[in-house]
């Protein structure tokens, strides 16, 4: 478990002091253009050329820039626009792949092939929504050619959000798909536990963990082709007009994290960029919010829930990053978050996540009131039964202690040659204002490179120490190292 040393502020500036920011003097050499989306970052590659005697003294970081044109971020763009216009706007705003509802495509129409094609032309791939939870029962759902012959289309999206009484007529697909499409991707957003809430669709000696590890076992470990674990969870909300964090957030992304490395998958969560509902009109903080804390647990892709804006019906959309045609004010803080998450990607998507752990700092009062929702989060963290929730730092051989006087989160991540990196994040609602201070000791280390927010730095350490400054929902990615 992680180590905890009370810190002052004056100690924390000083050494802020010693660490200015200095943007990497290769700056330019590790530029990553978000072009080439066609690459799949399910094949990760080994860092094969880096051969250290200890963990993190790398002689050069070469070998990890020779992926930065190979390895991207997917970036789904759930109800996309259906003309060419908004296609476009998509693919500039950082999307790497559509997933086609009936809006757009239909389901087995031959304006799919269309949509498809259309897409081809701005760069993107599609995955056609060709199921619904009325189709299940078909038996041709996967028969049109261009679904197998359109290069941009690298799998189908089948049914959206199903519950546990509905897993065996999925999982009645998945022989079908593989003898029809069986090199492309099977996707199927799964509930978040907030979907227990119809109790009478979810028994009662269903767990969470269940339903999620019935997913994997019926549908994802039979797949001959890509795996993706996806569901969505929607942490920021209001309540009487407050600002709420889901206390399940955490505990469900653990839930895909573990699964998805259990089951050799890539994790892919929706984030929520709409207007909408109890969802209050996105900031770039809270959109930073949702996607750091997804790569808290390893999850590396996301969807953008969504693109265009449905029409309000049992659900109420008021604004998305699409409406009538144009742009919105949500539009440019979906590309930034994109644009962030997208550059220099290629560093952490050749880590493989191992766990997390959290951080609640002693000087915190643990009824204060400001960070109640944050704090029934993580105690519903440290309450679960899995190894993934309690990173054992004593196993590290790079990382001492670690420090913070915020929420804070922490995981723990290693390449093909046992290298460490990390990734924080000060777990605080985006409405709080000010900075949280995270300081870290390492064991050997004079150099760090940190990504934050779409910039990288390469700081020189004083003493093997970092610290650093994150704004309420900010995370940080973390490589140290001794050269």
């Known amino acids: 478990m992680s180590k905890f040393r009370p810190i002052t502020s004056t100690k924390l500036f000083s050494r802020?002091?010693?660490?200015?920011?200095?943007?990497?003097?290769?700056?330019?050499?590790?530029?990553?253009?978000?072009?080439n989306t066609k690459t799949s970052t399910t094949e990760l590659s080994s860092v094969s050329s880096l051969s250290s005697p200890h963990p993190n003294d790398l002689?050069?970081?070469?070998?990890?820039?020779?992926?930065?044109?190979?390895?991207?971020?997917?970036?789904?763009?759930?109800?996309?626009?259906?003309?060419?216009?908004?296609?476009?706007?998509?693919?500039?705003?950082?999307?790497?792949?559509?997933?086609a509802t009936p809006w757009a495509c239909g389901y087995l129409e031959e304006r799919g092939e269309h949509y498809a094609s259309m897409a081809q032309e701005a760069g993107l791939n599609v995955f056609p929504y060709i199921g619904s939870k009325e189709a299940l029962s078909q038996t041709d759902l996967f028969s049109p050619s261009w679904l197998k012959n359109q290069s941009n289309v690298p799998g189908v999206y089948l049914c959206d959000e199903p519950f546990p009484d509905e897993m065996d007529?999925?999982?009645?697909?998945?022989?079908?798909?593989?003898?029809?499409?069986?090199?492309?991707a099977f996707l199927s957003c799964l509930l978040d536990p907030g979907g227990m809430a119809f109790t009478s669709r979810w028994p009662s000696s269903v767990s969470y963990d269940d339903y999620v590890n019935s997913y994997c076992e019926k549908v994802l470990d039979r797949l001959t082709g890509p795996k993706w674990l996806m569901g969505d969870t929607y942490p920021l909300s209001t309540l009487e007009g407050k600002p709420v964090i889901a206390s399940h957030h955490l505990s469900t992304l653990t839930s895909w994290g573990a699964a998805a490395k259990m089951h050799g998958a890539e994790a892919n969560v929706c984030l929520m960029a709409d207007d909408a509902m109890i969802f209050e009109n996105p900031t770039i903080g809270s959109l930073r919010f949702q996607a750091n804390a997804c790569q808290a647990f390893g999850i590396q892709h996301y969807t953008i829930y969504t693109v265009d804006t449905p029409p309000s019906g049992v659900e109420e959309y008021r604004k998305a990053m699409w409406q009538n045609g144009g742009k919105t004010s949500i539009y440019p803080l979906v590309k930034q978050l994109n644009d962030e998450n997208q550059a220099y990607a290629y560093l952490p998507l050749q880590f493989r996540y191992d766990a997390t752990t959290s951080l609640w700092p002693l000087?915190?009062?643990?009824?204060?009131?400001?960070?109640?929702?944050?704090?029934?989060?993580?105690a519903a963290l440290n309450a679960l039964d899995k190894p993934e929730a309690h990173l054992d730092l004593t196993n590290s051989k790079v990382l001492k202690t670690w420090e913070s006087d915020v929420p804070s989160l922490l995981a723990r991540y290693v390449d093909a040659n046992q290298n460490e990196a990390f990734f924080a994040m000060n777990y605080s609602s985006p409405h709080h204002t000010g900075n949280g201070f995270l300081t870290f000791s390492f064991e050997r280390a004079n150099h760090a490179i940190v990504l934050r927010s779409g910039q990288y730095y390469d700081f020189a350490l004083s003493s093997s120490e970092l610290s650093l400054s994150l704004l309420a929902g900010e995370g940080a990615f973390i490589l140290p190292y001794f050269a």
């Open 16 to 35: 802020i002091a010693l660490l200015t920011p200095l943007l990497a003097s290769c700056g330019n050499t590790f530029s990553s253009s978000s072009e």
């Open 363 to 378: 000087a915190l009062k643990q009824d204060d009131v400001g960070y109640r929702y944050e704090k029934a989060a993580i």
């Open 169 to 184: 007529q999925l999982a009645a697909q998945v022989d079908s798909f593989n003898q029809t499409l069986p090199n492309k």
């Open 59 to 99: 002689a050069s970081l070469l070998p990890y820039e020779a992926k930065k044109d190979t390895l991207k971020r997917r970036i789904f763009g759930y109800y996309p626009p259906a003309d060419k216009a908004g296609v476009i706007a998509a693919k500039e705003a950082g999307i790497t792949d559509l997933i």
